[in-house]
């Protein structure tokens, strides 16, 4: 969903030139291979020289093992592996295995040096073992992804 889109004629370099915004509340869990989060938002460039700024804010993530659980979440564009996020470590209750559930946020300047529909997602798996979550909180909260055009 395009939420502002400014003509980019004669606009100086740095000047944001669309927003745009993707967003999910599905609970998702993954073991040990990287499964889709199903948060995703779409961008075309309107210029080559365009930088993309993706801001991730992944809510409700939690790690479900028996000592120390840990996420391991990347971003991608298309199929590429652009950032990953540092491991977030979550703690659990040895008795229940009930995990503690927080958010995982990034921020990663790309250039994807193209004029073409581009699309950034983010993939995550558990680490050490165990079942890891994204948007399993009580809450109900929505994570998102905002894309920002950049005028190279």
Do not use: W
């Amino acid at each position: 969903m395009a939420l502002t889109k400014i003509g980019d004629a004669g606009m100086p370099a740095g000047a944001v030139l669309q927003v745009v915004q993707g967003s999910t509340a599905t609970s998702v869990s993954a073991t040990s291979s990287y499964v889709n989060t199903g948060l995703t938002a779409s961008i075309t460039p309107s210029s080559t020289s365009s930088k993309i700024l993706v801001m991730v804010q992944q809510q409700g993530c939690a790690a479900a093992v028996t000592s120390t659980g840990c996420i391991d979440m990347k971003l991608q564009r298309g199929t590429s592996d652009i950032h990953k996020f540092a491991l977030a470590y979550f703690y659990v209750n040895p008795d229940d295995g009930a995990g503690f559930r927080a958010g995982i946020s990034a921020t990663f300047l790309d250039s994807p040096s193209t004029t073409s529909a581009t699309a950034y997602k983010t993939v995550f798996k558990a680490n050490n073992g165990g079942t890891s979550y994204v948007q399993t909180d009580n809450a109900n909260s929505v994570s998102t992804i905002t894309l920002l055009e950049i005028a190279g």
